[in-house]
């Protein structure tokens, strides 16, 4: 009597890891070096954000707030900078 093939379970955990292994959210996933005093300055903020919206913060999301708050803010004096140029009044090289 013949048994019917079982499927591999090698092919069923390659399968699964390769599922687990894709990201889980938008982007593409990086990895930095960072000193440790800076990641107990994430964990920080990540357990401030945590008392304060009472969901779980973990320290990449605590990176990510944190860059793109650093970004606008950047961005942000860069349009400050540019409106304060534009109302200066020129000088001519023979001026100075």
């Given amino acids: 009597m013949r ?50 919206l009472h969901l779980s913060v973990s320290r990449s999301d605590a990176l990510r707030r944190l860059l793109t708050l650093a970004l606008e803010e950047t961005e942000d004096v860069a349009e400050a900078e540019a409106i304060l140029r534009a109302n200066e009044p020129r000088m001519s090289w023979e001026e100075l």
Avoid: H, V, W
């Fill in 3 to 52: 048994s019917t093939p079982q499927p591999s379970l090698s092919k069923f955990n390659y399968n699964q890891r390769r599922l687990m292994a894709q990201p889980r959210g938008a982007g593409t996933p990086q990895a930095l070096r960072l000193p440790q005093d800076l990641l107990y300055l994430f964990d920080r903020y990540a357990a401030r954000r945590e008392g304060e």
